[in-house]
């Protein structure tokens, strides 16, 4: 038997965080172009969390969750042997924000290290903290999907400030001896060739000539949401369909679809053409927002604590964004 059938990965516990400051579609209206009627037919959000950037940000969610996660967990900083983020919104380029998670939650020396895979986040930091967990040299790893959003959106511009919000879930992943146990399935993808469809440059030379008249200013989000959408269509599809293929489950199989809140009409599709019935998606959309990273966990948070993902069943961990990038999973919790 090889080593990857001998362990097994069990969620000992999952975290959450958002700010309290809500941003409803009426408070936009007064920011810019646009209307509540418009915002909630094209992306079925109402309102979103977004911080007070005095004193919230990617670092404090970000550690309110993982946190969140080690008490239920009934565990403390010091057990964790790894702790790796999902963020685009990291407040330093150096250290990592996962760095002063382990020092705040008192897990130093324990490695840690922020990912970069936009909405993708969540679940390439999860694969890999199951492979790790399996590979034998970690046991207890810390996962963090987190993005504070409004700290990288041009509020007086209308195609992204809509769209996005700030939340961050977490989950204490530990070895186990069951090796059934954990991420039966994962697949991660990138295409580099897209990257202009999201982006933040830094400097005036990064801004794609396509976009040289978008006003947006440099270090801020630049969407071009109709490719995104077309090709997040498309992709949340096959990624679902490609995991239910390769391991032979079916929609019946999963409990919960537990999906990134890109936009409901992107889930909408994928429900309709793959036969998803809506008790098995969860959508919370509609009051968070697309919160990028911090999605997929926040709904495995609110999920699991309204005692809807119950031991030995399988679920479905779906993302797309930025890069762009888009992954799935399938997890025995
Ligand atoms: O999380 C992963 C990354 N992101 C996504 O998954 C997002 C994917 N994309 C989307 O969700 C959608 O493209 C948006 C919600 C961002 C935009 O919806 P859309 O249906 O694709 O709108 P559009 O950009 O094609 O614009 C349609 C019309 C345009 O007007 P005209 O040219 O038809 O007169 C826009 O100027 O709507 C106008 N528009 C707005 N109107 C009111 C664009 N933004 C707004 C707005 N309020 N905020």
New binding site residues.
């Given amino acids: 038997m090889s080593i990857l059938q001998t362990i097994g990965v069990r969620i000992a516990g999952v975290g959450s965080a958002v700010p309290p400051r809500r941003l409803t579609n009426k408070d936009l209206e007064k920011l ?4 509540d009627e ?2 909630v037919k ?2 079925g959000i109402h309102e979103r969390r977004v911080v007070d950037p005095e004193t919230e940000g990617t670092f404090t969610l970000a550690r309110d969750a993982l946190k969140e996660a080690l008490d239920n967990s009934g565990m403390k900083g010091s057990d964790l042997d790894l702790v790796i983020l999902g963020s685009v919104t990291s407040e330093m380029t150096c250290p990592s924000t996962a760095c002063r998670i382990v020092d705040a939650l008192g897990a130093v020396p324990a490695p840690a290290f922020d990912l970069v895979a ?2 993708s986040g969540f679940v390439y930091s999860i694969n890999i903290a199951d492979s790790l967990i399996r590979s034998g040299r970690f046991r207890c790893v810390g996962v963090i999907g987190c993005d504070a959003m409004s700290t990288m959106v041009d509020y007086s511009e ?6 996005f919000g700030d939340a961050a879930g977490a989950a204490v992943l530990v070895a186990d001896e069951d090796p059934t146990l954990g991420c039966l399935y994962q697949s991660m993808y990138s295409d580099g060739g897209l990257w202009k469809s ?1 982006y933040a440059p830094r400097r005036p030379q990064e801004v794609h000539e396509s976009d040289k008249d978008n006003p947006i200013r440099l270090n801020n989000l630049r ?1 071009n ?2 490719e ?2 077309k090709f ?1 269509v498309v992709k949340f599809q096959d990624v679902i369909r490609e995991a239910l293929e390769e391991t032979g489950l079916t929609v019946d199989d999963i409990s919960q679809f537990v999906v ?1 809140q ?2 409901t ?2 889930i909408d599709a994928a429900k309709e053409r793959l036969g998803l019935p809506d008790e098995k998606v969860y959508i919370n959309i509609d009051h968070y927002g ?1 919160s ?1 990273g911090g999605s997929v966990g926040l709904c495995l948070a609110q999920l699991w604590e309204a005692g809807k993902i119950k031991r030995d069943e399988y679920i479905m961990m779906v993302a ?3 890069g762009m990038t888009w992954c799935a999973n399938i997890w025995k919790v």
């Fill in positions: 810019i172009d646009t209307s418009w915002i094209r992306t936009a909405c209308r195609s992204v400030s809509i769209l999201l969407m949401g109709r995104v959408y997040a990134h890109s936009n009409r992107i697309n990028s797309i964004g930025g």
